[in-house]
């Protein structure tokens, strides 16, 4: 001992030490300055401490090696330095390990350690690597306030007791995988400047993350919580990764932040799921994953999208979304659902549910369990908060209710017993151009009515369309008019059944005129019957055009009676008779002339009046009494047979159009 100075290099592998024996070391090794022990090299491989080992505010200039070396009391290093690496792989703890406030500026091995008391690392500082692979932690561990300056490696260790890493700073990568957690986990206020991997780790007790905060990418794949996840208030700057993540207690994330892409996809929601308040400015992924028991995701706001295609819910679902997408192709509904949104375009194709589902749109921004309005930051730049039904393609709508949304660019074709399709408050469909266009030298305009998307995507793509119909942004499969008449009649009936006769007659022109031009399915005698009730009448829906028709008809009318079809002069009456010679009785005949066909002035207003009359009278399937010439009557005849019927298409339409 008197041969050691502060500072000299030791080696004492596998010595076994007493504590009066290490107190002597550590005593010859004592800097005068500062009354703490300053050593070289220090070599205690396999050692032996059967006392406490103390060496706190020891201070390491060389490599300090404790590799397999048990301590089977206390090991105290509080506020020990390590100025080069600090090697502790396969040591063992038999009392607490304190290393408080201990710097280790090389790199630290705990690698296969086996802590069996309390492990106290509070504010210690790893300015190198920090590796705790496969370490196991009997006691509680404790990392609070700790800061790891580059990686911190702690794969495949085994947590029996709490870990707590509250308010530590990993700076470089954390490295967490397949690590166990057999009680609470406390990560609260952490801050993960680097990547933070906990890829199937294992927390059976609580996980708690609120506050945390993850620069990096976040990556908890395959990881296993059995008990609550807590990620309140948490923030992710970079993608987080929970693929295929089992969450068995609550899964919370209330007023988390998600500035990356939020990758759920795959994982398993067996307890209840908490999203509320929630912020995503990327995409929030939920692709195949389940929800076992009743769920709340929202009120939340995503700049991006949220993708729940593919996914189950076992239980009953509120989502209250602000978002610019959400898809749910495939996606599974086990029990009532109920979607209220904002900003949102939805794709629903495929989807299957066998309980009522509502999706409606929200006009105000959502209410918090505050009371206040949740903030839509991200969500800026959008023209409105309308809520547009991209695709329904695949889905059976007996149960589905839509209540104030944009199906103007919802696609239908292939939707089953959309008869029984609720529509509730104000839904807007695709309206034809309203301007009129030009085709081959002659005008060209539709009168106003409710379409779809997919006759605007057809009506495009002919050859001669005219300007205002919707190009499909995507393919759209091969729809033409014999897969969209049968659309067309089933909601037309859907708005009957919901006693909106206005709204259906909308939808029987479209099927009419889906009719007409479906050249496969139609024989030219129902074609033609089909061209000649749209001309006349607009398929018994256009009064002006039926009225206009009838004024044609009678101008017509009244014209060919004019020319033709009354006579010269009113025929006059003759009384003819023969006296007996020997007087008596005289029997007249009375007869009248056969009327003249007119020569000279045919149009004069004596003329005019008397047509009129006549056709006036035709009108209402009434015999005017007029002396007529041949011609005449076969024009009143024409007229009493087109003309009445042009007066019953306008008042059926007027009818169609007020019908309640």
């Not at 470089?172 to 199937?200: I, N, V």
């Not at 209250?320 to 949102?344: D, F, G, K, V």
């Not at 779809?452 to 190009?471: D, I, K, M, T």
Request: proline residues 4%; aromatic residues 12%; neutral net charge.
């Amino acid at each position: 001992m008197a041969s050691l100075s502060p500072g000299t290099d030791i080696d004492h592998r596998g010595t076994p030490f007493t504590e009066p024996l290490l107190d002597a070391l550590l005593n010859a090794l004592r800097d005068p300055a500062t009354r703490h022990p300053r050593l070289g090299n220090a070599r205690f491989e396999s050692a032996t401490f059967t006392g406490m080992a103390w060496f706190g505010s020891a201070t390491f200039t060389g490599t300090a090696r404790f590799t397999s070396a048990t301590f089977e009391r206390a090991a105290r290093f509080e506020s020990a330095t390590f100025m080069d690496g600090a090697g502790f792989a396969s040591a063992t703890f038999t009392g607490d390990a304190r290393f408080r406030s201990a710097t280790f500026t090389g790199m630290a091995w705990f690698e296969s350690a086996t802590f069996t008391g309390d492990t106290r690392f509070e504010s210690a500082t790893f300015t190198g690597d920090a590796r705790f692979r496969s370490a196991t932690f009997t006691g509680n561990a404790r990392f609070m306030w700790a800061t790891f300056e580059r990686a911190a490696r702690f794969e495949s260790a085994t947590f029996m007791d709490g870990a707590g890493f509250a308010s530590a700073t990993f700076t470089g990568m954390a490295w967490f995988e397949s690590a166990t957690f057999e009680r609470a986990a406390w990560f609260e206020s952490a801050t993960f400047t680097g990547d933070a991997k906990f890829e199937s780790a294992t927390f059976t007790g609580d996980a708690k993350f609120e506050s945390a905060t993850f620069t990096g990418n976040a990556r908890f794949m395959w990881a296993t919580f059995e008990r609550a996840a807590r990620f309140e208030s948490a923030t992710f700057m970079d993608d987080a990764g929970f693929a295929s993540a089992t969450f068995t207690g609550d899964a919370r994330f209330r007023s988390a932040t998600f500035t990356g892409d939020a990758k759920f996809e795959s994982a398993t929601f067996t307890g209840k799921a908490w999203f509320e308040s929630t912020t995503f400015t990327g995409d929030a992924k939920f692709e195949s994953a389940t929800f076992e028991r009743a769920a709340s995701l929202g009120p939340l706001v995503c700049a991006g999208r949220v993708q729940l295609s593919g996914a189950v819910f076992g239980g009953p679902v509120t989502l209250l979304l602000a978002t610019r997408r959400l898809e749910c192709r495939r996606t599974r509904w086990s029990a009532t659902a109920e979607l209220r949104l904002r900003y949102a375009t939805v794709d629903f194709a495929h989807a299957v549910f066998e309980y009522p589902l509502t999706i409606a749109a929200e006009a105000s921004p959502f209410v918090l369990t505050d009371g206040g309005p949740m903030a839509e930051q991200g969500l800026g730049g959008a023209p409105d908060a309308k809520v547009r039904m991209a695709s329904l393609r695949g889905v059976d709508a007996a149960h589905l209710v839509l209540a104030d949304v944009d199906l103007s660019r919802c696609l239908f074709t292939g939707t089953v017993h959309l008869d029984q399709l609720r529509l509730e408050g104000a839904c807007t469909f695709a309206k034809v151009p309203s301007r009129t266009a030009w085709r081959h030298w002659r005008p060209v305009r539709f009168t106003e009515r409710r379409t779809l998307a997919e006759e605007h995507h057809w009506r495009a793509s002919q050859p001669a369309a005219v300007p205002g119909w919707n190009v499909a942004e995507f393919s759209t499969g091969r729809v033409g008019p014999a897969q969209m008449a049968p659309v067309y009649r089933a909601l037309r009936k859907a708005f009957e059944d919901g006693k909106n006769e206005p709204g259906a007659a909308d939808f029987y022109y479209g099927e009419m005129e889906m009719r007409r031009h479906d050249r496969a399915n139609t024989t030219r005698a129902e074609h033609g019957l089909l061209n000649g009730y749209w001309l006349l009448s607009g398929y018994g829906l256009r009064a002006s055009r039926a009225l206009g028709w009838l004024a044609a008809a009678m101008l017509v009318t009244i014209v060919l009676l004019m020319g033709f079809g009354l006579p010269k002069d009113d025929p006059k009456q003759e009384a003819t008779g023969t006296v007996p010679p020997g007087g008596g009785k005289v029997t007249f005949e009375i007869d009248k002339n056969e009327p003249q066909n007119p020569t000279g002035d045919r149009f004069s207003g004596q003329r005019f009046e008397k047509a009129l009359n006549v056709t006036l009278n035709s009108v209402v399937f009434r015999s005017s009494g007029q002396d007529l010439t041949t011609a005449g009557t076969y024009i009143e005849m024409t007229s009493r047979v087109t003309e009445p019927i042009l007066l019953g298409l306008a008042v059926l339409a007027v009818r169609n159009r007020v019908k309640r």
